[in-house]
């Protein structure tokens, strides 16, 4: 608390009733000595005498206004009873209140205090600002750091969605008598979803669509996985393709396609993953499809001129069970017969209550049968997302072969 009074008896009254309140005081007896205090920053108030000679209160008060605020220093008017005209010009050039003299020791304390209470508070709420800005500028710092993570993470994903993507199918083998066609979208940027189409031999084209339980990445990381190890090699052993007991490399049946995959990929308790396949051959001889189910929605069946049916042997997904039993089904298929594998992304679309579902879809398929194969499997597709009202909440890929003669 700065005091300036020029009568020696007014500023020790002044200042023992500041004292007594108990705040510091600091007493001085001319504006010019005022000013140097004002000049170290150490004032939190001050009780100024506007009739002094030489530099007088209001030279002192223009001063401490170019450099504080009202609220930052609190500025309280000494005048007399014959000079109270001079309190308007002071308060417009932004003293804080006024005491009169002689003083009421009542009226200084009270007043003193108002304005150190309000000081007080401004002070509270300039520390609550800035230690704000100090958070937001920390939170700010934060999220350029999570942008920056965020931007290395998104360039991660599109990488490994380009790895993803180069397990599909470029083409598919042209084998004489058969169409194959496909269809794939991620619901997310990595899919849990994979499919493929490849020659085993002369004879013979191996086709899956395997579905990983979950999304993100742990789901992609299981299905390139699994696509890998379903890859042929040609002219050596694979998985696909095994030597038979005279030595030549032959395609390995789909039940045993499967059991060796569960033996590989068994659930594990920190993943919990397990995922669905369809596995099939199709031999151009004989023009029979020999698949595997297991744990996946069954093949579509379309036969020229008849209606559509769904085929059986479903088992059980791979990973779920040490040792599960799987067995082939098989179907022979004539010219102008389909065969329609989709994962269960197409249809579980819907409402928990009221799936889309195998019905629909055989419907669709009967309906598109003479349209193309790529159009007839686009249809069903389309007409899923129709149906629902938006796009799908899960992976959906398809796999689609027509006998053409």
């Not at 299905?223 to 042929?232: G, I, K, M, N, T």
């Not at 050596?236 to 490399?249: F, T, W």
């Not at 249809?379 to 398809?398: L, P, Q, Y």
Request: net charge negative.
């Amino acid at each position: 608390m700065l005091i300036v009074e020029d009568d020696l008896d007014n500023r020790e009254l002044l200042r023992e009733l500041v004292l007594r309140d108990g705040y510091q005081a600091t007493a001085v007896g001319d504006g010019q000595s005022a000013l140097n205090v004002l000049a170290t920053g150490a004032v939190d108030a001050m009780l100024l005498d506007i009739d002094m000679p030489g530099t007088d209160g209001f030279d002192v008060l223009r001063a401490a206004r170019a450099a504080h605020s009202p609220s930052m220093l609190p500025i309280i008017m000494i005048t007399g009873m014959a000079a109270r005209k001079h309190v308007v010009e002071a308060l417009q050039l932004g003293a804080n209140d006024y005491v009169v003299k002689p003083f009421d020791a009542g009226v200084v304390s009270a007043r003193l205090r108002m304005q150190l209470t309000l000081k007080e508070a401004y002070d509270q709420i300039l520390d609550l600002e800035q230690d704000l800005e100090r958070k937001n500028a920390a939170l700010q710092q934060a999220n350029r750091h999570l942008e920056v993570a965020y931007q290395h993470i998104k360039a991660d994903l599109h990488s490994a969605a380009r790895v993803q993507q180069a397990l599909l199918p470029t083409s598919v083998p042209e084998v004489p008598g058969l169409e194959v066609t496909w269809f794939y979208r991620p619901c997310d940027e990595l899919a849990g979803d994979s499919l493929n189409v490849f020659q085993l031999d002369e004879d013979t084209v191996g086709t899956y669509l395997l579905d990983v339980s979950g999304h993100g990445v742990r789901a992609a990381l299981l299905s390139v996985a699994v696509a890998r190890a379903l890859q042929p090699v040609p002219g050596r052993p694979s998985l696909v393709c095994q030597p038979g007991a005279d030595g030549a490399i032959r395609p390995t049946p789909p039940a045993v396609v499967a059991e060796e995959l569960n033996r590989r990929f068994p659930l594990e308790d920190d993943a919990a993953q397990y995922f669905t396949l369809l596995y099939g051959t199709y031999n151009t001889r004989s023009r029979t499809f020999e698949y595997v189910c297991a744990g996946h929605p069954a093949p579509l069946y379309l036969p020229r001129g008849e209606a559509p049916r769904q085929l059986n042997h479903r088992g059980i997904a791979v990973g779920l069970v040490p040792e599960p039993a799987y067995e082939n089904g098989r179907v022979r298929l004539r010219a102008g017969d389909r065969l329609y594998v989709y994962s269960d992304g197409l249809d579980e679309i819907g409402a928990a209550r009221d799936r889309y579902g195998v019905q629909r879809i055989m419907g669709q398929l009967d309906a598109a049968r003479q349209s193309a194969l790529p159009e007839s499997l686009t249809r069903v597709v389309s007409a899923a997302e129709d149906w629902a009202g938006h796009g799908f909440d899960d992976d959906v890929s398809a796999l689609a072969l027509e006998v053409t003669a």
